[in-house]
């Protein structure tokens, strides 16, 4: 590959990993404040949000430069173009996590979470945080078998989120209706930042494979 | 410009508008499910959403054909890049529209929403067709101040969904924790939706006149 061009992508490389562990960092923080009732957190998880809206416009500013200034042919356009949507779904991470943080500073001194569904809410947080984390491997060595281990994790995440839904929506729950709503939020906020490690391990498995992850794990069903 | 490549990319533009068209089709057909408790529109909905996945691959497809096979120069690869992010927010906003149409089948017969929130819900369904309608227009005749339209129908949008939060989280709130719950996430599905509405708004402006929405009405602001 052309070395002009091979630098242009490590560094573009280089600054999706930074948004991956900005993500993970953001989330890390909206989880202590919501389970801690931690302000200081809950801060730091915003300020975090704010620098990452400057990598992203400096991902997206080098995606249009790889494609426009190097003429990239087909391997090297379909990995811009899977960078470019990996970005996206960074920056919504990002988005869902500050709703997390946002929810806690607007509830602080008040608990979000009761008693009841703490340990649940920590099993979730603990789940995408390790879905965060088998994404950000993939980034620095990708590979298609990890990268569908992430949608096992995934539907444990579901199944959790459904948990959370029923508990809030049962006609024997005993705290407010904003309790409710809130949990039934915040729920959904981890959920879809779950979806987007997904779709990331998705694009992953395209880039290593040429195949969707259904094809892909259809096949090796065949091979076994 | 070259006649390949412009046949291929008004295919693309074509592909687009029949996105936004269907889109809009899953959105009116699952306001109606909602407000109407109709199973037949929740059904029509559904299915819609399905076509959307096929149109949404061959435009990823596309993409990449413009990208690999023309050799775009600076302004076709801005073009280019800019449908790949538009057939993004179409494809979220398709999802978001299914989500309404599988609460209202979820909870049929019983109504979603109450009587007291029926016109403001009604209110932001319609908000957000307007919305939908002017991103439709924009696929034919781009033009950066309809998309700042798109903006102020935003802040109408956003001011009915704090209504509606606010409404389900009080403490006179006199429905189940269930109905609080169904309308906060139903609140937030058309919120989102109309969120991707001004991403769209804020990719044309950009492709139109190389800023940013800000950028812009600053600039016109003083030009005035």
Redesign the interface.
């Given at each position: 590959m052309r070395t002009a061009y091979r630098e242009h992508l490590e560094a573009y490389a280089s600054d999706l990993r930074v948004m991956s562990e900005t993500v993970r960092a953001i989330m890390s923080n909206a989880t202590t404040a919501l389970l801690e009732t931690s302000l200081d957190n809950a801060e730091e998880a915003l300020s975090l949000a704010d620098s990452l809206k400057e990598i992203r416009e400096r991902c997206e500013h080098r995606?249009?430069e790889l494609?426009?200034l190097q003429?990239p042919?087909?391997s090297e356009?379909?990995q811009v173009?899977t960078s470019?949507?990996i970005v996206?779904d960074f920056n919504r991470m990002g988005a869902l996590a500050k709703h997390i943080a946002n929810t806690a500073r607007l509830r602080h001194p008040r608990e979000v979470v009761p008693a009841d569904l703490r340990d649940t809410v920590a099993d979730v947080a603990k789940l995408v945080d390790e879905m965060a984390e088998l994404i950000d491997d993939q980034l620095i060595s990708p590979d298609a078998d990890l990268a569908l281990e992430v949608n096992r994790v995934d539907d444990q995440v579901d199944a959790l989120h459904r948990f959370i839904?029923s508990t809030?929506?049962?006609?024997d729950?005993e705290e407010?209706?904003?309790a409710?709503?809130?949990l039934?939020?915040v729920g959904?906020f981890y959920e879809r930042y779950a979806d987007h490690c997904v779709n990331v391990a998705s694009r992953i498995v395209f880039l290593v494979t040429g195949q969707s992850p259904e094809d892909y794990a259809d096949q090796k069903t065949i091979q076994i």
């Open positions: 995606s249009m494609l426009a003429n042919v087909a356009l379909r173009i470019i949507h996206e839904l809030v929506t049962a006609n729950w407010s209706n904003r409710a709503v809130d039934a939020l959904r």
